[in-house]
């Protein structure tokens, strides 16, 4: 049983400024906000002397459902807090209750035509600065990637400017829902342009092989067709591409010159051959026209009859003839000279064309050191253990690694550094024999090929480079700078792979680095 308000002002409240009121009664009197305590502040606002309930009756919960539901039939955010309310109580979660109490009673209340609602929440600082940066991450960031798909990009840029407005509850959960689709259809659209890549990127190759099957073996494009398809076959890398975009653009400009000189000689040759059948046309017409006149004057020496007559023909029959020499003669001179003009043009054409093969071949090299790159060193690796495997013959390799690098690179400068570099495979193609073979396979290691060489040899080899190293100082502004390297040597096993074979030998070299640097280990 329960009794009616006795002051008059309470059955004007609004249930919202009750509860406001009551949680500000709690915390002025520091009373904890159980039920029981907002039970009597509650009914100490509104006027209401409790009655004395049954035992079994659990009034506060009551109340507080009353509450709850009462709130549930506002609208908007009132109703969201109502339904919070209604949570808790269901699982008697006071301390959530009271929570979500005063989150209510921190929230401003607006008044509009004799009803309430809940102004929106204050922003802070933290708030702005990540509206902020949404918004402009959706307007510039994703709608820039999205250039391609101008739905997509409408929509992103709308939602960077509705990000901007959106201060209430409803509105950040349109925005999320929104969120959410364009997420969606940007996976989407990835997935359809990763296929699209991969669908180019089989086309590319099936192109290059197809062109590479057309190319002679020692053609000067196969150099540029190898090191594009090496280039696909693995992962995609943007600074392997801008390198070796950067290394065709120079061989490229470089044999387009080259190109232009040999479509010259090229001209020059037709040319040559051109005026060679001219002239031989010349001496058969020639030929033919004295034929002719010796058949006439044969008639005229059968109708002749005299003596004076008869030798008036033979000096003309002589004149003819001393014309007819010196017109062959003539022709078997230029002749001899346009041999020896197409000799030298076809000279110039192999020169060029090896020129261009060269050219070719330079997108296997280092740029920096003059030395093979991994593309080069693939090529070497593949016609030596070939050549090993067929004539049974011992192939080694060397992997070297500058000791101290980073300490000479951070007290003399990267350009010193690249310069020692340039030095250590200056002084290896200086003292090793033609055959072996330098590469350049990181930083500052190089793996060097010695075909035909046994693993003592090759370790002697090695120990030969450091004394060379050591006596060939590295000069950096006038001054001597000492270098040396690590070295692990490793002799190839029958029909053993590169990967395996440098894997060996790069365990060997680390270990020459473990037990004091300057040394050489043979690997296991």
Not at 149 to 177: D, M, R
Not at 198 to 217: A, G
Not at 276 to 288: K, W, Y
Request: glycine share 6%; net charge negative.
């Amino acid at each position: 049983m329960s009794s009616k308000p006795t002051n008059p002002a309470a059955a004007d409240m609004n249930p919202a400024d009750v509860a406001r009121e009551a949680f500000r009664r709690l915390a002025l009197r520091r009373i904890a906000p159980t039920p029981e305590a907002y039970r009597d502040i509650y009914h100490e606002i509104i006027g209401v002397t409790p009655a004395v309930a049954p035992a079994a009756d659990p009034g506060p919960e009551n109340v507080l459902t009353q509450f709850a539901a009462r709130l549930t039939e506002q609208s908007g955010e009132l109703a969201d807090f109502g339904r919070r309310f209604n949570r808790a109580v269901k699982a008697r979660d006071w301390e959530a209750y009271a929570r979500t109490l005063a989150a209510l009673a921190d929230r401003p209340v607006l008044r509009a035509d004799g009803g309430i609602e809940l102004a929106p929440n204050p922003e802070g600082e933290q708030a702005r600065q990540l509206r902020e940066l949404l918004s402009r991450t959706l307007t510039f960031a994703v709608a820039s990637l999205l250039s391609g798909t101008p739905t997509l990009v409408a929509e992103a840029e709308a939602l960077g400017a509705a990000t901007k407005e959106a201060h209430t509850e409803a509105a950040l959960a349109e925005i999320g829902t929104r969120l959410k689709q364009l997420c969606y259809q940007i996976e989407i659209r990835s997935g359809d342009t990763a296929e699209q890549q991969e669908l180019l990127l089989r086309l590319f190759r099936l192109l290059l092989e197809n062109v590479s099957e057309l190319l002679d073996d020692d053609s000067w494009l196969r150099g540029q067709i190898d090191a594009v398809q090496n280039l696909i076959a693995g992962p995609l890398d943007q600074r392997a591409l801008e390198e070796a975009t950067r290394s065709l653009k120079d061989v490229i400009y470089k044999q387009s010159q080259l190109k232009h000189s040999l479509s010259d000689v090229k001209v020059t040759v037709k040319n040559m051959m051109m005026t060679f059948i001219d002239r031989l046309g010349a001496v058969a017409t020639s030929t033919g026209d004295f034929h002719e006149k010796i058949g006439g004057y044969s008639e005229k020496i059968s109708q002749a009859k005299d003596i004076s007559e008869l030798n008036q023909i033979l000096d003309d029959v002589l004149k003819e003839t001393r014309l007819v020499q010196s017109e062959a003669l003539m022709a078997r001179d230029r002749m001899v000279s346009a041999q020896q003009e197409v000799q030298d043009a076809e000279a110039r054409i192999h020169a060029l064309e090896a020129k261009l093969q060269h050219m070719s071949e330079l997108v296997r090299e280092d740029q920096l050191t003059g030395s093979l790159n991994r593309r080069g060193l693939d090529d070497i690796f593949e016609r030596e253990t070939a050549r090993a495997d067929r004539r049974g013959t011992p192939l080694c390799i060397a992997v070297l690694d500058l000791d101290d690098f980073k300490k000479l690179n951070d007290s003399l400068g990267h350009i010193a550094g690249d310069n020692a570099l340039k030095h250590l495979v200056k002084v290896v193609k200086e003292t090793l024999r033609s055959m072996d073979v330098i590469a350049r396979f990181g930083g500052e290691e190089f793996l060097i090929l010695l075909p035909e060489t046994s693993i003592e040899a090759a370790v002697a080899t090695m120990t030969r480079l450091q004394r060379e190293l050591t006596r060939h100082f590295f000069m950096h502004e006038n001054e001597k700078v000492l270098i040396t390297f690590s070295a692990g040597v490793a002799l190839r096993r029958p029909h053993e792979g590169q990967t395996e074979l440098v894997k060996r030998a790069d365990a060997a070299m680390y270990q020459a680095k473990r037990t004091g640097k300057n040394r050489v280990v043979v690997a296991e």
